[in-house]
C-alpha cells in the first residue's frame, strides 16, 4: 500500500512527470534537427550518431554514482542536482559554434537528465505497491513519449520561426521551471535499514545476481537499440531511405511517437491486471519481443518503400521489454533499488550510445565498401537484428537456468 495519500500521490508524480518531459523531448530532438545541424556543420553519419550518442554517453556515466546517491539522499536532493546540469548544457549547446562544443554539450545534458526516470522509479519503489510501480512506470514512459512528441512537428514548424539556438534556452528555462516544482512538491527521505551484509554504496549484489544478467542483453541491445532508432535513425532512415523531406520526416516521427505514447498509456492500464493474473514480465517479454523481429525485418526487406509505420511498429513491438525495467527493480529489496534500477538503466542507455554509434560507423563503413545509401542501411540494420536475436535467445536461455537453479 501506498505511503503517501492519493492526492500527494498525483501530485508527485505530475512533477517528476513534469521534469521528465522535457528529459525526453532534449533526448529526442537531434532526430529532428539531424538536417539542419548536418548541414550547418557538414556532418556526416559517425558524427551525427556520436552528437545524438553523447548524450547518452553522459547519461551512462552517471548511473553509478546515481544510484548510491538515490539510495542515501533521495530522488528530491539528487534530481535537483542533476537537473542544474542539464539547465547548463542546454546553454552551452545554444551558444555552440563547432562540432566538438555541441557534443559536449550534449554529454552534459546527458549526464543532467541522467535521474530523470530513476528518481520517480526509485520513489515509486519506496511508495507504491506492486501493481501501481508497474502502472507509473509505463505511464512515465507515456509522458516521455509525449516528450518525443513535442520534438518532432511542434518543433520543425518553431525552426523557421525561431532557429534551433532559441529553441534551447526556451528549454532550458523550462527545466529551471521544473526544478522550482520539484522543490516544492517532493518528499523528504529517509535511508531504508540496510539488509545484514550489505554494505551501504556497494554495487555487489546486484552484480552478482542472475535476474540482472538475464535481463541485462535485451536491455541494452533490444530495448536501447529501440531508443537508438526512436531517438535518432528513424529520421535519417526516413529522409536518406525513404526519401522524405525534412518536414515529412518530421510527421513520420511525430507517427512513431504518438503510437509509443498510446503503448506506454496502454500497458499502463493493463500491467496491474495482468500481474494479478500472474503474467509477469518474463513470459510477456518471451511472448512479445518475436514481434519486434518481425517488424525489423519488414523494415530492412522493404527499404525504400519502408517508412514510418514500419518504424513505428517495430519500437511498440519492443515496448515488451520496457517491462524488465519495473521488473528488476522489484527483483531486489527497498535499500538496493536506487542500485539496482541505476545499474540496470546504465546497461540500457550504454546500449543505446553504442547501437546510435554502431549504426552511424557501420551506414559508414558499408558505403565505402561500395553500397549505396539504401543498401549501407538495410546492411547497418540487418546487423543490429543479428545483435537482437542473440540477445532474446541469452534471455530465454538464461530465464530457464534461473528457473532450474531456483530452490
Not at 78 to 98: D, K, M
Request: hydrophobic share 55%; charged share 10%; net charge positive.
Amino acid at each position: 500500500m501506498s505511503l503517501l495519500a492519493r492526492r500527494q500521490v498525483v501530485a508527485v508524480f505530475l512533477a517528476f512527470a513534469f521534469a521528465y518531459f522535457f528529459s525526453a523531448l532534449l533526448r529526442a530532438i537531434t532526430a529532428t534537427l539531424a538536417p539542419t545541424l548536418t548541414a550547418e556543420f557538414q556532418l556526416h553519419a559517425r558524427d551525427l550518431g556520436l552528437l545524438a550518442g553523447g548524450y547518452f554517453l553522459g547519461f551512462s556515466a552517471m548511473q553509478l554514482p546515481l544510484g548510491t546517491w538515490l539510495d542515501r539522499r533521495g530522488p528530491k536532493a539528487v534530481l535537483l542536482g542533476f537537473l542544474g546540469l542539464a539547465v547548463l548544457g542546454c546553454l552551452v549547446f545554444a551558444f555552440a559554434t563547432s562540432f566538438s562544443t555541441l557534443l559536449a554539450a550534449r554529454v552534459l545534458c546527458g549526464a543532467g537528465v541522467g535521474a530523470c526516470l530513476m528518481a520517480p522509479l526509485t520513489g515509486f519503489r519506496r511508495w507504491f505497491e506492486p501493481g501501481v510501480q508497474l502502472r507509473t512506470n509505463s505511464w512515465m514512459l507515456m509522458t516521455g513519449s509525449f516528450g518525443m512528441l513535442a520534438s518532432t512537428l511542434p518543433v520543425q514548424w518553431l525552426l523557421p520561426v525561431l532557429g534551433w539556438r532559441p529553441l534551447f534556452w526556451g528549454l532550458a528555462a523550462l527545466m529551471a521551471l521544473s526544478m522550482l516544482v520539484l522543490a516544492l512538491v517532493l518528499p523528504g527521505w529517509q535511508p531504508a535499514a540496510l539488509e545484514p551484509g550489505k554494505a551501504q554504496g556497494s554495487y555487489r549484489a546486484v552484480w552478482r545476481h542472475p535476474y540482472f544478467w538475464q535481463m541485462a542483453p535485451i536491455g541494452c541491445f533490444n530495448y536501447g537499440g529501440m531508443i537508438a532508432v526512436q531517438t535518432l535513425w528513424a529520421g535519417p532512415w526516413m529522409v536518406r531511405v525513404t526519401g522524405f523531406d525534412p518536414l515529412a520526416s518530421a510527421a513520420g516521427l511525430f507517427t512513431i511517437n504518438i503510437s509509443m505514447l498510446g503503448t506506454f498509456w496502454a500497458w499502463g492500464m493493463v500491467t496491474p491486471w495482468l500481474q494479478r493474473r500472474g503474467l509477469g514480465a518474463d513470459r510477456l517479454i518471451g511472448w512479445g519481443t518475436p514481434l519486434s523481429f518481425i517488424a525489423l525485418g519488414a523494415l530492412i526487406a522493404g527499404g525504400s518503400s519502408a517508412g514510418p509505420l514500419t518504424l513505428a511498429l517495430f519500437c511498440v513491438s519492443t515496448t515488451f521489454v520496457a517491462l524488465a525495467q519495473p521488473a528488476v527493480g522489484m527483483a531486489f529489496p527497498a535499500s538496493l533499488a536506487g542500485r539496482a534500477l541505476s545499474a540496470y538503466n546504465l546497461v540500457i542507455f550504454g546500449g543505446v550510445f553504442l547501437i546510435q554509434w554502431g549504426i552511424g560507423l557501420l551506414v559508414d563503413g558499408f558505403s565505402a565498401l561500395g553500397l549505396d545509401q539504401v543498401a549501407a542501411f538495410r546492411a547497418a540494420f540487418a546487423t543490429y537484428l543479428v545483435a537482437n536475436l542473440l540477445s532474446y535467445g541469452w534471455f530465454l536461455w538464461s530465464s530457464r537456468h534461473n528457473r532450474q537453479q531456483s530452490p
